[in-house]
């Protein structure tokens, strides 16, 4: 006799049950069925476990039931959405949209996490850059102030002038030189400590002048500035400080 | 045959007496399977009820490769696996629940036919449905399937999209089950 598997003996229980053997399953169930008591037991169990089931009886609803049916369905039917027809897009279309997703995914994880962290400006670089600026300002106003003394020729220049105010800028001038004085103590800043001092001895002249009554005073300030070169001084010192200047000025020259 | 029914299906939204003239003729059918799976009438109508809506619902679905009535089925089971998932069905209580909801005559039929038949054959009937309730539902869509729908292997595994060797494994197990469950009724039925 042949060998069997639980699978195999099982399926042709199952097949002789319901009247689906094969040819060949036939004769191995038959063969089973005469030599294995077991295998005969399982098969008349199985038998009259299907027949006690198939007493089930169906018990019909009534007529009316089914005339009323529908009449129960259809109010459900207006409240039941229709499926959403799915439409179908291309393969292309569905990797052109993924490929376009991961580069903005790409793009969005490398702004937020790989760009090099802002430069935090340092305070010293702020208040380097905040000296500047305060002594671009300083040397346009005192070239502004001394090109007005400069340029005085007589006495009705004067007269016609209010030099109280220059005074005035004067005295604000020798105290923002004094600060700035402070702050170029590094190297390389030593023309400019120089070109303050020079100023502040002209502004400290030009402070306590009493030009109302003597316009003398006045020559000996411009001879001071003529004879210490600060014009040219202040001029070279804002053409080295912004170069676009110093392109037009060598220009002229 | 098949493309026809296609052809109709697809005026299902278009036009509701379409839809209606398909419940007319698979009404019985889907009820019957409903009531094999459920054990009992009220869940049978909701489970024949609930199966022709996911099938109006889902009718663009229907390709036509198969009919239009194995189609229903396989909702049919699928809502009844879904049911039985998400809540209890007391199958074993055919008598107290189903027959106190049947109208009019058929119901006084009924009682008549029960009367008749005697506690004898209502006990029978019980004991069916209660051996029939320890299935899993996979068990018992094809218990039913095979025994009270005359569906064969091979149409059981295309109705419930499992392998034909799924189909006999789980008939299988039902079949012992059923007969442990019957164990007490042995002499009764003759088995020793």
Not at chain 2, 14 to 41: I, P
Request: with cysteine; hydrophobic share 40%; glycine share 4%.
């Amino acid at each position: 006799m042949k060998n069997f598997t639980q699978q195999q003996r099982e399926e042709l229980l199952l097949a002789a049950l319901y009247e689906e053997l094969s040819e060949s399953e036939r004769s191995d169930f038959e063969e089973l069925l005469q030599k294995d008591s077991d295998f005969a037991k399982s098969y008349t169990d199985l038998q009259k476990t299907a027949s006690f089931m198939s007493q089930r009886e169906k018990v019909d609803p009534g007529e009316a039931f089914w005339q009323g049916y529908w009449d129960k369905l259809e109010p459900q039917l207006q409240e039941t959405p229709t499926a959403t027809r799915i439409i179908k897009l291309p393969n292309w279309a569905y990797q052109t949209v993924a490929a376009a997703a991961i580069l903005l995914l790409g793009v969005f994880i490398g702004r937020s996490f790989m760009q090099p962290p802002r430069q935090v400006v340092p305070i010293d670089v702020v208040q380097a850059a905040a000296i500047e600026a305060r002594t671009d300002a300083y040397l346009e106003r005192s070239k502004v102030l001394l090109l007005g003394l400069v340029n005085m020729e007589q006495k009705e220049d004067l007269e016609s002038l209010n030099f109280q105010r220059y005074q005035n800028v004067s005295r604000k001038l020798l105290n923002e030189g004094g600060h700035l004085k402070e702050a170029f103590q590094q190297p390389g800043k030593a023309r400019l400590r120089q070109l303050v001092s020079d100023l502040e001895i002209i502004l400290m002249q030009i402070a306590n002048l009493d030009a109302q009554e003597d316009f003398t005073a006045i020559e000996m300030l411009q001879t001071g500035v003529e004879r210490r070169g600060i014009m040219l001084k202040i001029n070279l010192e804002e053409m080295q400080r912004d170069p676009v200047e110093e392109k037009k000025t060598m220009e002229i020259l | 045959m098949v493309e026809s029914e296609k052809q109709l299906i697809a005026r299902v939204h278009s036009d509701k007496r379409v839809f209606r003239e398909v419940v007319e003729q698979h009404k019985q059918q889907v009820y019957y399977l409903a009531l094999d799976l459920a054990g009992n009438h009220a869940d049978a109508q909701d489970l024949s009820q609930e199966a022709f809506l996911k099938a109006y619902k889902a009718v663009d679905k229907f390709r036509g490769d198969s009919k239009l009535g194995s189609w229903l089925y396989r909702i049919t089971v699928n809502c009844f696996i879904d049911m039985k998932r998400k809540r209890q069905i007391l199958t074993t209580n055919l008598e107290d629940k189903h027959e106190a909801e049947f109208i009019g005559s058929s119901k006084s039929k009924h009682e008549l036919a029960k009367q008749e038949r005697g506690l004898e054959g209502a006990m029978l009937q019980k004991n069916i449905e209660k051996a029939l309730a320890q299935l899993t539902p996979r068990e018992r869509s094809v218990f039913v399937l095979r025994h009270y729908q005359e569906f064969s292997l091979k149409e059981i595994a295309g109705v419930l999209s499992i392998a034909e060797g799924t189909v006999k494994s789980l008939l299988f197990r039902a079949l012992q089950r059923l007969q442990k469950e019957l164990e007490y009724y042995r002499p009764d039925i003759g088995l020793e």
